[in-house]
């Protein structure tokens, strides 16, 4: 089962490059955050026509919003609603053979690394400890994949210089020891850097404001693909060819900033 993440960064906006990636990649699931339209506003008939035709939504106009589009059935559909906000950022199904999927949308966080001065701030690190706290405990033989943009890059490596950036937002040590803490407590394994270990750079985000994003190259690693030790072996298994970061994407015609992940499970 080839499942996919990506920040679309607006679905109606960018929808022929989706259509465009389900064509090249052809996985079986596809999880988008950013949708960035309501519910009834999804182009829900051009992923249909795609072969997508099974559908689960969490949209809100002009803002944040996830999806998940298969070519299979979408069982036990769930949104679950995080720091007492109802701003769409969660949505979870199950798909074929059991596994259980959830697509996070993690709050941006703002520009100022100060819960004091930054509400938004404040806002990423509360979400950061619910996510923790939704799969602490969480049974040993279950069959979860934790997918989305989860605004953090948490390794020394996954960005493009760890000292200038311990103090911006993405990168702090506040939000890396949480984002480890859920890891530990979710008993997740974070699919990348078993197959690409450190030291070695890997990003799936580039700023827009770079005038040459490909040659500067400053990116983040935002976009996460984690696992329960249930499916490790399943995730693994294909190595470093099981998973793919389509950095082209990001140099498409008005491409998100997002570049979309791929991992082929062999289940």
């Not at 979710?186 to 750079?201: F, H, L, M, Q, Y």
């Not at 490790?232 to 979309?260: C, M, N, Q, T, V």
Request: glycine fraction near 8%.
């Amino acid at each position: 089962m080839k499942i996919a993440t990506w920040n679309i960064n607006s679905v109606r906006l960018r929808i022929d490059l989706v259509r465009r990636f389900l064509k090249e990649e052809e996985p079986d699931v596809l999880c988008l955050q950013e949708i960035k339209c309501a519910n009834d506003q999804f182009p829900g008939k051009a992923f249909a026509a795609a072969g997508y035709k099974h559908q689960a939504v969490a949209g809100q106009a002009g803002y944040h919003g996830v999806a998940i589009v298969s070519k299979a059935p979408l069982k036990d559909v769930e949104v679950q609603k995080f720091c007492g906000k109802d701003d769409c950022r969660h949505i979870a199904a199950t798909l074929t053979g059991g596994v259980r999927i959830h697509n996070f949308y993690v709050p941006a966080g703002g520009d100022v690394p100060d819960p004091d001065e930054n509400e938004k701030f404040a806002h990423k690190l509360a979400f950061l400890k619910d996510l923790a706290d939704a799969f602490s405990g969480a049974g040993a033989k279950r069959k979860e994949i934790l997918v989305g943009d989860l605004n953090v890059a948490p390794r020394e490596h996954d960005v493009w210089s760890h000292k200038q950036l311990l103090d911006v937002v993405s990168h702090t040590p506040v939000e890396v020891d949480l984002m480890n803490a859920a890891i530990a407590k979710g008993r997740w394994i974070d699919v990348a850097r078993e197959v690409i270990p450190e030291p070695e750079k890997v990003y799936t985000w580039w700023s827009y404001r770079a005038a040459d994003w490909r040659a500067s190259n400053r990116g983040r690693r935002l976009d996460h693909i984690w696992v329960s030790p249930a499916l490790e072996k399943a995730a693994l298994s294909g190595g470093r060819a099981g998973f793919r970061i389509r950095e082209d994407a990001r140099g498409w015609d008005r491409p998100s900033d997002h570049a979309p992940t791929t991992l082929t499970l062999d289940l």
